[in-house]
């Protein structure tokens, strides 16, 4: 059993994700059939896969402040699910990502439904519209699945700063992102910070705090939780970063290589800048950033991150994060369940694979 699936929580959350999304469809359907394409979407998007960690960290973190298993609080993280397919869905039209989870990207299913029906106008610019105000309902709806999860009320108001914080911070970083990639920052300080923000924060600190504040812990409590999440969730945007480069797209579900072709300005890439020669710094700023990149031209991008040692210093900054979160957890009296399946789970967040 993975740790994803102690107390049969990844079953738990589809089932209160399928059900809230049921309830959106008919309110969805209510108003106009038209709009059925939408609830077809956003359920394939959200139940389609995902591996449930940031309500795993959630519910964990709730759990190993001393809170008590209910449905009311599996339903209630559930609502990061829905903060993720916003999230994803947005980055993927940001980036012009062809597939996601090994399926088409959501604006370019709903370019191609435009060009099967022969319909006015242009079909990527619909694609790209349709998945914006996709990401926007999925959004909305993570506030609203929040707060009708079946928790009381005193209790929902103790989390509720935490999740707005969360996506304030992780549209930040974003922007940080975006900005980054049109203006060549590729400092290793700059990378970090966009690493922080964009993913690493609301990928575990964040649901952490969601959890603890829902079970009303003790100071100690979060703050151990912080200096847990904070390096962990670093250390799984730097393992997504490694991924997004040499993983395996059969793994992975998106195209190995995307991310240099954007030009993303990630930790592995400023590490490769930082200490490149002329002669492969001249590769990087020719070929970094270029969309109509080809495979050998990925190739010697790969080779210029591993001979720089960037790939070598990368994992290591990823194994010094990863034992850094480890430390943090054991400072602090849990739940001895919750303990365990936190100290797997960042196993589970930092894993290679692909």
Request: aromatic residues 6%; negative net charge; hydrophobic residues 45%.
């Amino acid at each position: 059993m993975t740790p994803l699936d102690r107390a049969e929580l990844r079953v738990r959350i589809d089932a209160a994700l399928a059900a809230f999304l049921a309830r959106q469809r008919a309110r969805l359907a209510s108003i106009d059939d038209a709009l059925l394409p939408i609830a077809d979407a956003i359920e394939s998007f959200v139940l389609g896969g995902g591996k449930r960690l940031r309500p795993a960290f959630a519910y964990w973190g709730y759990r190993g402040a001393g809170g008590v298993d209910s449905d009311a609080v599996v339903a209630t993280v559930a609502a990061l699910e829905l903060v993720q397919a916003s999230a994803l869905i947005h980055d993927d039209v940001m980036d012009s990502s062809d597939t996601r989870r090994g399926e088409p990207s959501v604006h370019r299913r709903f370019a191609l439904w435009h060009r099967d029906g022969a319909w006015y106008g242009d079909a990527t610019g619909f694609g790209s519209a349709v998945a914006i105000l996709l990401g926007d309902l999925a959004l909305v709806w993570s506030d609203e699945l929040l707060h009708t999860g079946g928790l009381d009320p005193a209790t929902l108001a103790r989390g509720r700063s935490v999740f707005d914080e969360m996506r304030t911070e992780v549209t930040a970083g974003q922007y940080l992102d975006v900005l980054s990639q049109a203006t060549g920052d590729s400092s290793v300080a700059r990378a970090e910070k966009v690493a922080r923000y964009k993913s690493a924060k609301y990928t575990v600190e964040r649901p952490l705090l969601l959890g603890a504040a829902l079970a009303d812990a003790p100071q100690e409590t979060v703050a151990a939780y912080s200096a847990y999440g904070l390096p962990l969730g670093e250390a799984f945007q730097l393992r997504d970063d490694v991924l997004g480069v040499f993983g395996d797209p059969a793994e992975t579900g998106k195209p190995s290589g995307d991310d240099l072709r954007e030009g993303k300005r990630t930790f592995l890439v400023a590490e490769a800048l930082r200490t490149a020669d002329d002669q492969d710094r001249a590769v990087l700023a020719d070929r970094l950033g270029d969309s109509s990149l080809d495979d050998h031209g990925l190739d010697e991008l790969r080779d210029v991150i591993v001979r720089t040692g960037a790939l070598d210093r990368t994992e290591r900054r990823i194994a010094e994060l990863t034992a850094t979160a480890l430390r943090a957890i054991d400072s602090v009296p849990l739940d001895p369940e919750a303990a365990t399946v936190l100290a797997d789970l960042t196993a589970a967040a930092t894993a290679r694979r692909g």
